[in-house]
């Protein structure tokens, strides 16, 4: 009971103050008749505001709920981590996985475990804590890394096979052929052209260096093993992969190619600035089964991370027929880009009326 008084009274306290503040700001602005610079608001006042606010979180995480009172305590390097570094709302959708997660021995090994953190990522908590134990590592990884992206093998001692079917790459190369493992068939992938959907690379940098649009770095979403990333990397080209590991060591795999992974989800802002790179590309991993108001976040954080001028490239993009023609083309056009290529097929191995779109656009350069 004294729990929920004091908190409705800080409640209280905390609305009166908010008001005080937009208060502050509203006569700020009445009193001023010509446009003034806007005013600070001044220190002790937003010192103020953020202590309320601090305090208001604290109790309202700590608040006793009738519906996890049967949970256990939360473990001791999650309090102290939410303490120093804030941690992302959804990761307190799933107190379960992330109690278990962060339960552990600091500075010991860590339990083996890396399922739960692909699976809290997947769940939108990311950046997922970070924690105070040594991961498990390959025992004997080789020291004869390629030193060329498409290698006729990759050593299978770096990496933990445990969790997967199966405990090699060739096996994953027989079983699954077109995971992206197979090096002889990624070589080709980005530079034959076998229909309209297809943007071969050395196309694709003949069309920037035509528009004198260089490509130097970009970004490759839900790039596989990086095939991608290599192709580029044989004309120079920096791109990094984000890609997960589902079902396959595909963070290893590009890492063992020599190119740079990031274990990021789809739903992950970007992590470069904004205007930096020249390139995105989309391949697989973005199509119609993410949900519209996400992808349209996504496009826009495209937008943000492209420079002017610079290209994103919709690579087999599917969803149903209808769809791209009222859904996805109204919300790619929201972008204002220019169509370079613009080319849709039907999914052959759909058996839902699924149409693939490739599509290369360009950035307007501001005026
Ligand atoms: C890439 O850079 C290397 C070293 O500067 C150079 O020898 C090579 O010709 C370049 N390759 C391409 C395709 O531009």
Not at 342 to 351: E, G, L, V
Request: net charge positive; hydrophobic share 35%.
């Amino acid at each position: 009971m004294g729990f929920t008084m004091g908190l409705n009274l800080l409640l209280l306290i905390a609305m009166v103050a908010t008001n005080i503040l937009s208060l502050y700001h509203l006569s700020s602005t009445l009193q001023s008749t010509k446009p003034q610079p806007l005013q600070p608001v001044p220190d002790h006042l937003l010192h103020q505001l953020n202590t309320i606010r601090a305090t208001i979180n604290h109790l309202t995480r700590h608040q006793p709920n009738p519906t996890t009172t049967t949970h256990r305590t939360s473990p001791p390097d999650l309090l102290l981590y939410s303490r120093i570094s804030p941690i992302a709302s959804s990761c307190h959708n799933h107190p379960d996985l992330l109690n278990t997660y962060m339960n552990y021995t600091p500075f010991s090994l860590c339990p083996h475990d890396t399922d739960l953190a692909e699976t809290l990522i997947l769940h939108g908590c990311h950046p997922l804590p970070r924690r105070r134990c040594f991961s498990k590592t390959p025992p004997k990884p080789s020291n004869s890394l390629p030193l060329n992206p498409f290698p006729t093998s990759l050593p299978d001692s770096n990496v933990i096979w445990s969790k997967y079917n199966c405990k090699t790459f060739s096996c994953i190369v027989h079983n699954y052929p077109k995971m992206g493992f197979d090096m002889s068939l990624e070589q080709t992938s980005f530079t034959v052209y076998r229909s309209e959907l297809d943007l071969p690379i050395p196309q694709l940098l003949q069309i920037a260096s035509h528009a004198n649009s260089v490509l130097r770095l970009g970004v490759d979403i839900g790039g596989g093993t990086g095939t991608f990333a290599a192709t580029m990397k044989l004309h120079n080209v920096t791109i990094v992969t984000t890609t997960m590991n589902l079902n396959a060591p595909y963070n290893e795999a590009v890492a063992l190619r020599g190119l740079v992974p990031l274990h990021v989800p789809l739903q992950q802002r970007l992590p470069v600035f904004d205007g930096v790179v020249d390139l995105v590309r989309c391949g697989h991993a973005v199509n119609r089964w993410i949900p519209v108001m996400m992808m349209e976040f996504l496009l826009f954080d495209v937008d943000r991370v492209l420079r002017g001028g610079g290209y994103l490239w919709l690579d087999h993009f599917f969803s149903k027929g209808t769809d791209l023609d009222k859904v996805f083309t109204p919300l790619i056009g929201k972008l204002g880009y220019k169509k370079v290529k613009w080319a849709t097929a039907d999914k052959t191995d759909s058996k839902n009326g699924d149409v693939y779109l490739t599509a290369l656009l360009q950035k307007p350069v501001p005026k």
